[in-house]
């Protein structure tokens, strides 16, 4: 990809009002649950993604072109969007996928699988540790200009990029929901990439540690098929959401429109 052509990038969505626009989290990160997954079933995200781009190398430029273009998205409904995914506790997991599902998922009526993704987001941040850990590839904002859509000096300057957590996390995540409610796979996958894509939108991660991140998180969604504890919990989450599907309250179509359109691929070209 030329370096020329990756600045030009163009954002596929429009980007009108919403009403009630997504806020970032203030509230300190979710205690970590004990996964599902052993030391012999967690994957090992250095063994799986490809190496860290390195300074001066062409997926590098690439990375940095991509973080300068998408700061045009500064204030606007994509970006709080991403501000919004920043959040990643069961609870605000299963409101961002409600839309996706057909269902306004929540804590009371769909408490099993609030565990799960408790459990799931520990086993996908183990996955990812030591390649973070092995590349310590730090975070675009260091090295070029621009806003992020957090705030720089809560800590995030002094953690990893490579792979990203984030995305991890919202892979495994769609990965499980669309099991739950296969004839959704395609929304609620859009909505696990979109998730992952907050993150360059935001401006914490590159690109190229996004789409690792799925990778990481397709290891994690097939190593939790060996717990029979993750089987068994999954059986009872497929019944909550049939009867959230079935009798419990709809997202508000306006707002699920609305997210349709801000959830789109981002267009790099």
């Known amino acids: ?39 012999e079933t967690t994957p090992d995200a250095f063994a799986t993604i490809p190496p860290a781009p390195r300074e001066g190398e062409p997926r590098n430029d690439a990375d940095w072109a991509i973080f300068r273009a998408t700061r045009a998205l500064e204030g606007g409904d994509r970006w709080k969007l991403a501000q919004n995914d920043d959040n990643y506790r069961p609870a605000a997991l299963l409101s961002d996928f409600s839309c996706a599902i057909g269902a306004q998922l929540t804590p009371e009526n769909a408490p099993t699988l609030q565990v799960i993704l408790g459990r799931i987001t520990a086993d996908a941040g183990s996955a990812a540790a030591r390649a973070k850990d092995i590349y310590k590839r730090t975070r675009p904002f260091l090295h070029n200009p621009g806003n992020i859509c957090i705030d720089r000096n809560g800590g995030i300057a002094d953690s990893y990029d490579y792979p990203s957590g984030h995305s991890s996390l919202s892979w495994t995540a769609g990965l499980v929901l669309a099991e739950l409610a296969p004839d959704r796979v395609s929304q609620v996958m859009a909505r696990a990439r979109a998730f992952g894509e907050s993150r360059v939108v935001c401006g914490v991660h590159n690109w190229s540690a996004v789409e690792a991140g799925r990778t990481n998180g397709a290891g994690v969604y ?22 959230a599907r079935k009798s419990g309250p709809k997202p508000d179509a306006a707002m699920c429109t609305k997210e349709a359109e801000l959830t789109r691929p981002l267009a790099l070209r």
């Open 222 to 243: 097939a190593g939790l098929h060996a717990s029979p504890e993750f089987m068994a919990s999954m059986a009872t989450a497929r019944k909550e959401i049939d009867a």
């Open 1 to 39: 990809m030329k370096r020329a052509a990756i600045l030009a990038c163009i954002l596929a969505f429009a980007t009108p009002a919403v009403a009630q626009a997504p806020q970032a989290s203030t509230s300190p990160a979710p205690a970590r649950a004990r996964g599902f997954l052993t030391a």
